[in-house]
């Protein structure tokens, strides 16, 4: 066994095989999504812009109405001085403007600017390249099986915490 992945299975010898299987599941999805991120990141590095960057405004961009920022905060599941934090950095960039909210003024709205679909517009072709390499060791059919699955952990994960079997 490889050192790379016999952390994946540390551990797992004494437990029933349905729970160990899933603690590998999530050890092999945090391990991916490592290997992911910092793909990404590196593809990104000479744009000056972060995955976390990245991700966040594409969440922008799927919304109806430029999102407040409490509202990035809850979807994205993370701190509303983390997203503060972040947005800021965007908006240093060119990639958005924070404005006052003209309803409620102490809310602020991440707004995307002409750069951001610029930017976006000419990396997108490059970067869906990227992703389809990254991918290529499953077949379009165990890609949408991969997708749904997720999709429903995801949901699961959403929804109001349950207690934990044994």
Do not use: Y
């Amino acid at each position: 066994m490889s050192t790379q992945s016999s952390w994946l299975d540390l551990g797992l010898d004494a437990l029933p095989t349905p729970r160990a299987q899933r603690i590998r599941l999530f050890r092999v999805l945090m391990a991916t999504s490592a290997q992911l991120r910092g793909r990404l990141d590196r593809e990104l590095a000479p744009s000056g812009i972060t995955s976390q960057q990245a991700a966040m405004l594409q969440m922008i961009e799927a919304q109806k109405e430029a999102p407040t920022i409490s509202a990035v905060a809850q979807t994205l599941g993370m701190t509303h001085q983390n997203v503060k934090q972040i947005a800021a950095a965007l908006e240093r960039k060119g990639f958005l403007d924070i404005v006052v909210d003209t309803v409620d003024r102490r809310a602020r709205r991440l707004q995307l600017t002409a750069h951001h679909h610029r930017f976006w517009k000419a990396r997108n072709p490059s970067d869906f390249s990227s992703v389809e390499a990254w991918t290529s060791a499953l077949t379009d059919a165990e890609v949408a099986t991969v997708v749904r699955l997720l999709n429903r952990l995801k949901d699961q994960l959403h929804s109001p915490a349950r207690t934990p079997g044994p």
